[in-house]
C-alpha cells in the first residue's frame, strides 16, 4: 500500500526544483528525489548531496542513456523523423524512457504522488503527465506551476531565489540565464529569454554540442556507417571504429562537435497551441539521419518507401513530439516502421566538413534492388525500350480524359492560365 503524502519528484538540483522540493516539504509531503541520466552534463554527486541536505528522503538516479539510444534514438534514426521538416526530436524522445523510469522509482518508493517541474505553457508537462497516466493511470500528479498557491508566490526567477536565500537553498548563481537549456545525448535545446524575439540571431557562445562552423578544422574527415535493418552497427573513421549503440553514438557527437554539424534555428508549433523559436545543436542525429536516408534510396522498395514516408514517418514524429508514445497508434504505426527497415542493409560513407555531411558513396552486400547494369543506358539486358511506349500509353488513358474534360470546360491546358487561381497578367509593354 503506498505511504500517504509521499511523493516522488523528478529532481535536476537547478533552481527552480530545489525550491519545489522545498515547497512540497512545507506542503507536509515526503519528498524522494528522481534523476535520470540521458547524457546530460551533471554533477551528479553534488545533486545528491543538495537534495539531501534540502530535506529529501532519498535521491535516486538511473542511467538510462543505453536505454535511450536505443529504444528512442535509433528508432527516431528508421524513421528519419523530423518535425515540421526542421527538428529532430531530442527533448522528445528523451520524455518517454526518463518519465517511465521516473514511474518506476515512484511505484518501488511507495508513492502516492508523482512531481514535476514543467511550466503550462511548453510541451514537456504534457508530455510528462500523458505518460505517466498511461504507465500508472492510478498514480497522483502534482505540478507545481499549474497550482494556483504555488505560481501566484512565486511570479518571477526573482521570488525564486529571495525563497532560495530564505529557506537557505544553495544556489549557483544569482544571475539568470538569457535563455533555458534541456541537454542530453541527443541533442542540446536553447530557447526562452533572449532568444524570444526571432528576429535576432542566437548568441556566438550559447552553442555546447557544436563548435563554430567557421572556425572548424579546414581539413575535412571521412567516416563510414553500418546499417543492419535501419540501425547504425558500425562507425569507422581514421582507423577507429565503434560498434557498441552508446559507443558509435557517442563518437559521432564528438566528430559532429568537433566538425560543427547539426545546428538548427526554428520556430516550431508546441502541442499546446503557441509558436516557439527554438535552437538546436543534434550532431550524432544529424549524422546518422542522413546516412540512413540515403542508404534507403539504394536498398528500400520504392513503394514501401513512399508509404513509409507519407504515412509511418510524419505520423511517428507528431506522436513522439506530442507526448503519446505510451499509446496505442505509436504501437501501430511502428509495427510497420520496423517491418519497413528489414531490408535496410549496407555501408554509408561521409565527409564532414565546416557544418555539412556530404555523401560519397554507398554500397550493401546483401540487398540486390539496384543494378549498375539495369540503371546504364549503355545496356538493354532485362529491358526492352518497346516496353516503355506500352508503359506510357496505359497511363495517359485517364490523362487523355482529363484534358478533353478540360476542353470541354473551355479551359484546354494549352492554356497556359486555365487552371491557375491567380491568372497570369498579360503585360503590353512598347518600346
Known amino acids: 500500500m503506498a505511504d500517504s503524502r509521499k511523493v516522488c519528484l523528478a529532481y535536476s538540483g537547478g533552481l527552480d526544483t530545489s525550491c519545489i522540493l522545498k515547497w512540497l516539504l512545507e506542503e507536509g509531503y515526503e519528498v524522494v528525489c528522481f534523476l535520470a541520466n540521458v547524457g546530460q552534463e551533471e554533477e551528479w554527486d553534488q545533486v545528491c548531496e543538495k537534495a539531501k541536505k534540502l530535506g529529501a528522503t532519498k535521491m535516486v538516479i538511473k542511467d538510462l542513456r543505453r536505454e535511450f539510444v536505443e529504444q528512442l534514438c535509433f528508432r527516431a534514426i528508421q524513421c528519419n523523423a523530423q518535425y515540421e521538416g526542421r527538428y529532430l526530436l531530442g527533448t522528445s524522445l528523451a520524455r518517454p524512457v526518463i518519465a517511465r523510469a521516473q514511474v518506476q522509482v515512484a511505484l518501488k518508493e511507495g508513492c502516492e504522488f508523482i512531481a514535476h517541474g514543467c511550466t503550462g505553457k511548453g510541451n514537456d508537462g504534457t508530455r510528462f503527465e500523458l505518460a505517466y497516466l498511461a504507465i500508472e493511470p492510478n498514480i497522483k500528479i502534482i505540478a507545481p506551476w499549474r497550482i494556483p498557491k504555488f505560481f501566484e508566490k512565486f511570479e518571477g526567477?526573482?521570488?525564486?531565489?529571495?525563497?532560495?536565500?530564505?529557506?537557505?537553498?544553495?544556489?549557483?548563481?544569482?544571475?539568470?540565464?538569457?535563455?533555458?537549456?534541456?541537454?542530453?545525448i541527443a541533442h542540446c535545446s536553447y530557447e526562452s529569454g533572449q532568444l524570444e524575439d526571432p528576429s535576432q540571431p542566437p548568441p556566438d557562445?550559447?552553442?555546447?554540442?557544436?563548435?563554430?562552423?567557421?572556425?572548424?578544422?579546414?581539413?575535412?574527415?571521412?567516416?563510414?556507417?553500418r546499417f543492419e535493418k535501419g540501425i547504425p552497427v558500425k562507425v569507422?573513421?581514421?582507423?577507429?571504429?565503434?560498434?557498441?549503440?552508446?559507443?558509435?553514438?557517442?563518437?559521432?557527437?564528438?566528430?559532429?562537435?568537433?566538425?560543427?554539424?547539426?545546428?538548427?534555428?526554428?520556430?516550431?508549433?508546441?502541442?499546446?497551441?503557441?509558436?516557439?523559436?527554438?535552437?538546436?545543436?543534434?550532431?550524432?542525429?544529424?549524422?546518422?539521419?542522413?546516412?540512413?536516408?540515403?542508404?534507403?534510396?539504394?536498398?528500400?522498395?520504392?513503394?514501401?518507401?513512399?508509404?513509409?514516408?507519407?504515412?509511418?514517418t510524419h505520423s511517428w514524429t507528431e506522436i513522439l513530439y506530442n507526448g503519446l508514445y505510451f499509446s496505442p497508434e505509436r504501437e501501430y504505426v511502428e509495427n510497420s516502421l520496423v517491418f519497413s527497415q528489414k531490408r535496410v542493409?549496407?555501408?554509408?560513407?561521409?565527409?564532414?566538413?565546416?557544418?555539412?555531411?556530404?555523401?560519397?558513396?554507398?554500397?550493401?552486400?546483401?540487398?540486390?534492388?539496384?543494378?549498375?547494369?539495369?540503371?546504364?543506358?549503355?545496356?538493354?539486358?532485362?529491358?526492352?525500350?518497346?516496353?516503355?511506349?506500352?508503359?506510357?500509353?496505359?497511363?495517359?488513358i485517364r490523362l487523355k480524359k482529363y484534358g478533353a474534360q478540360k476542353k470541354e470546360e473551355g479551359n484546354s491546358l494549352a492554356e497556359s492560365r486555365g487552371d491557375l487561381i491567380y491568372p497570369v497578367q498579360e503585360l503590353s509593354v512598347s518600346l
Open 205 to 225: 557562445d550559447m552553442w555546447t554540442r557544436t563548435n563554430d562552423p567557421t572556425t572548424a578544422p579546414s581539413d575535412p574527415q571521412d567516416i563510414t556507417i
Open 157 to 184: 526567477r526573482q521570488a525564486l531565489l529571495d525563497y532560495a536565500a530564505e529557506k537557505d537553498i544553495p544556489v549557483t548563481s544569482t544571475k539568470a540565464k538569457p535563455y533555458s537549456m534541456d541537454d542530453n
Open 236 to 312: 569507422s573513421s581514421n582507423g577507429e571504429e565503434w560498434t557498441g549503440s552508446l559507443e558509435l553514438f557517442t563518437a559521432l557527437n564528438r566528430l559532429g562537435k568537433l566538425h560543427g554539424i547539426g545546428r538548427i534555428d526554428i520556430v516550431e508549433n508546441r502541442y499546446i497551441g503557441i509558436k516557439s523559436r527554438g535552437c538546436y545543436d543534434s550532431p550524432a542525429q544529424t549524422i546518422l539521419r542522413a546516412a540512413h536516408l540515403d542508404l534507403e534510396g539504394l536498398v528500400m522498395d520504392g513503394r514501401v518507401r513512399s508509404l513509409r514516408d507519407q504515412f509511418v
Open 345 to 396: 542493409n549496407g555501408d554509408v560513407r561521409l565527409r564532414l566538413y565546416r557544418g555539412n555531411t556530404w555523401i560519397l558513396g554507398r554500397s550493401s552486400e546483401t540487398e540486390k534492388l539496384y543494378s549498375e547494369e539495369e540503371s546504364s543506358m549503355d545496356s538493354l539486358v532485362n529491358f526492352s525500350p518497346v516496353d516503355t511506349t506500352g508503359f506510357i500509353n496505359v497511363n495517359a
